[in-house]
């Protein structure tokens, strides 16, 4: 479908891309979870229809990770609304660390927060707050921007993008072999001595 030509690998994405096609994209006014339930809504339970709720509720941020309680969950904070939610989370809160900053969609469940939809990559600080302050100028907001302006439909799109353009500049970042120069900014040679060492000499 056109929505997911907004990342460079689909199935790479698949973590996010499903849950934001299905609960985010509009098509026609339309999210794929409301047709659903205007087609089907008799036959759903009242806890099918609280957890679809609860899915129209959330929206695709930015989250900078507060605390981590490694198995357990973590503190993130919406670094676009401010926002901040309690998440319970065993995998992720394993490999995360204080700062890390995540591309991803934070949903109620049972009286807490779970992750529904997050970017495979993670942004280390510098990377993530360059990719908000893009968010903030597309926005032409310099302050925390409401959630209705975070669901927009146009805006969402181009947060991925930029997303994804920073986790490809940080893979290929990666594959350069970084260059040892000294103090005036030359490049270090590297430089084999041998020495003929004579018999019998001191």
């Known amino acids: 479908m056109k929505a997911f030509r ?3 690998d689909e ?3 698949a973590q996010l891309a499903v849950p934001w096609l299905v609960y985010d994209v509009e098509i026609d006014g339309q999210t794929i979870a409301d047709r659903y339930v205007k087609e089907h809504g ?3 339970g009242d806890d099918e229809l609280s957890d679809l709720e609860a899915e129209a509720g959330a929206w695709l941020s ?3 990770v507060e605390d981590v309680d490694p198995g357990v969950g973590m503190i993130l904070r919406d670094v676009l609304s401010g926002e901040v939610r309690p998440v319970t989370e065993k995998s992720a809160s394993q490999s995360l ?3 890390d900053m995540l591309l991803a969609r934070i949903v109620p469940s049972a ?3 779970i992750i529904n939809g997050v970017h495979e990559f993670p942004l280390p600080p510098s990377r993530g707050l360059a990719v908000a302050e893009k968010a903030h100028r597309h926005l032409r907001r310099k302050s925390l921007i409401p959630v209705e302006r975070l669901r927009n439909q146009t ?3 181009y947060l991925i993008r930029r997303w994804e353009d920073a986790v490809f500049d940080l893979r290929q ?3 350069v072999r970084p260059v040892m120069t000294t103090m005036d900014g030359e490049a270090l040679e590297s430089v084999n001595d041998r020495f003929a060492i004579v018999s019998g000499s001191e």
Request: overall charge negative.
């Open 173 to 175: 970042e990666s594959r």
């Open 6 to 8: 907004v990342f460079a």
């Open 155 to 157: 805006f969402q799109p």
């Open 62 to 64: 930015i989250w900078a």
């Open 42 to 44: 008799r036959e759903l």
């Open 111 to 113: 009286g807490g927060f």
């Open 97 to 99: 660390v204080q700062h």
């Open 11 to 13: 199935e790479e994405s």
